[in-house]
């Protein structure tokens, strides 16, 4: 099979980077500059579980392609998406299969309506990578973990073939029949994580102790779950108790990368992370613990991207 990873940062270059150490035939689509990189440098992964440098990997430019694919890799960030999927149309025929790595949900829609529902599968990974200023992709724990399926959960041909290409391939691949409540599980985690950190500027460690803070924590995890409930895919109980632990550890130096961005005067999801969850609850009855934390977090999100909107352009370098 054919696969065309979207991209070659952090998570697209990872996983794009061990399907292609393990053989497959695999091609990413960068632009220009990131083009020029890997011409020169590699791809470069460095990690606990093995280093790799992959020699002059195959690219493409958006322009440049000529026939579709059989699966398509998509990992950009949610800003990024309606840019992404501009690029890669050319690679869509009647039986390409899309796999997107997008956190929320939204992108399911907006893929929808681009290429129709059909295309479509589930996704998502469990994987802390990030690029250093040299372009390699640095993996910072043990973690792998790439979870796909039909959306509808059933067992197809198609989702067979991806199986094929995706298990033995240097990462854990977990064919799903549930992926849609995986990712539902991981939104709710995700968006607590995000819209706390974010909210007090700090890790969960600091967060927790500090005072009222680990309530505010499980507060704002109440009422991400609610909304999940509401919309019929409420975590269940030992998924939301991994979860409480994990944003309630003591000492833990653990932020959400929106964070990291925001600290970075970067782009952030606001929208697709926090903003389409806050949405789902005003469509819903779901009330949470009463607190509204999500809504106070989007605030605070928003007012961080108008400032960062007014902000001048940097001076181009001669």
Same mark, same amino acid.
């Given at each position: 099979?054919?696969?065309?990873?979207?991209?070659?940062?952090?998570?697209?270059?990872?996983?794009?980077?061990?399907?292609?150490?393990?053989?497959?035939?695999?091609?990413?689509?960068?632009?220009?500059?990131?083009?020029?990189?890997?011409?020169?440098?590699?791809?470069v992964?460095?990690?606990?579980?093995?280093?790799?440098?992959?020699?002059?990997?195959?690219?493409?430019?958006?322009?440049?392609?000529?026939?579709?694919?059989?699966?398509?890799?998509?990992?950009?960030?949610?800003?990024?998406?309606?840019?992404?999927?501009?690029?890669?149309?050319?690679?869509?025929?009647?039986?390409?299969?899309?796999?997107?790595?997008?956190?929320?949900?939204?992108?399911l829609?907006?893929?929808?309506?681009?290429?129709?529902?059909?295309h479509?599968?589930?996704?998502?990974?469990?994987?802390?990578?990030?690029?250093?200023?040299?372009?390699?992709i640095?993996?910072?724990?043990?973690?792998?973990?790439?979870?796909?399926?039909?959306?509808?959960?059933?067992?197809?041909?198609?989702?067979?073939?991806?199986?094929?290409?995706?298990?033995?391939?240097?990462?854990?691949?977990?064919?799903?029949?549930?992926?849609?409540?995986?990712?539902?599980?991981?939104?709710?985690?995700?968006?607590?994580?995000?819209?706390?950190?974010?909210?007090?500027?700090?890790?969960?460690?600091?967060?927790?102790?500090?005072?009222?803070?680990?309530?505010?924590?499980?507060?704002?995890?109440e009422?991400?779950?609610?909304?999940?409930?509401?919309?019929?895919?409420?975590?269940?109980?030992?998924?939301?108790?991994?979860?409480?632990g994990? &944003?309630? #550890?003591?000492?833990?130096? =653990?932020? @959400?990368?929106? /964070? %990291?961005?925001?600290?970075?005067? *970067? !782009?952030?999801?606001?929208?697709?992370?926090?903003?389409?969850?806050?949405?789902?609850?005003?469509?819903?009855?779901?009330?949470?613990?009463?607190?509204?934390? &999500?809504? #106070?977090?989007?605030?605070? =999100?928003? @007012?961080?991207? /108008? %400032?960062?909107?007014?902000?001048p *352009? !940097?001076?181009?370098?001669?």
């Amino acid at each position: 099979m054919r696969i065309l990873v979207v991209g070659a940062g952090a998570i697209g270059g990872y996983f794009g980077g061990r399907l292609l150490e393990a053989g497959r035939d695999v091609t990413f689509l960068v632009r220009p500059r990131r083009a020029s990189e890997l011409a020169q440098e590699g791809l470069v992964i460095k990690s606990p579980l093995g280093d790799v440098v992959l020699q002059s990997p195959p690219t493409v430019l958006a322009g440049s392609i000529e026939r579709p694919f059989g699966l398509v890799l998509l990992s950009c960030k949610a800003y990024d998406l309606s840019a992404a999927m501009d690029s890669f149309t050319a690679a869509v025929g009647p039986g390409t299969i899309i796999l997107p790595l997008l956190n929320g949900m939204r992108h399911l829609d907006l893929l929808s309506e681009r290429f129709g529902r059909s295309h479509l599968l589930g996704g998502h990974c469990l994987i802390a990578v990030t690029r250093d200023p040299s372009g390699a992709i640095l993996h910072l724990n043990d973690s792998q973990t790439l979870s796909f399926g039909e959306l509808d959960g059933a067992s197809t041909d198609r989702i067979r073939a991806v199986d094929d290409e995706l298990v033995n391939a240097g990462f854990d691949a977990q064919h799903s029949d549930h992926v849609v409540q995986g990712m539902w599980d991981k939104w709710v985690f995700l968006a607590t994580l995000a819209g706390i950190t974010c909210l007090m500027r700090a890790s969960i460690g600091d967060i927790v102790a500090s005072a009222g803070g680990e309530q505010s924590i499980i507060s704002l995890l109440e009422e991400c779950r609610a909304i999940a409930e509401g919309e019929g895919h409420a975590p269940a109980p030992a998924v939301l108790e991994r979860a409480r632990g994990t &944003l309630t #550890a003591s000492g833990s130096s =653990l932020t @959400a990368s929106m /964070l %990291r961005d925001l600290e970075a005067n *970067a !782009p952030v999801e606001a929208d697709h992370i926090v903003g389409d969850l806050l949405q789902r609850r005003r469509t819903t009855s779901a009330s949470g613990g009463g607190l509204y934390l &999500l809504s #106070a977090a989007y605030t605070h =999100l928003k @007012a961080y991207e /108008l %400032r960062r909107a007014r902000q001048p *352009a !940097p001076a181009s370098r001669r």
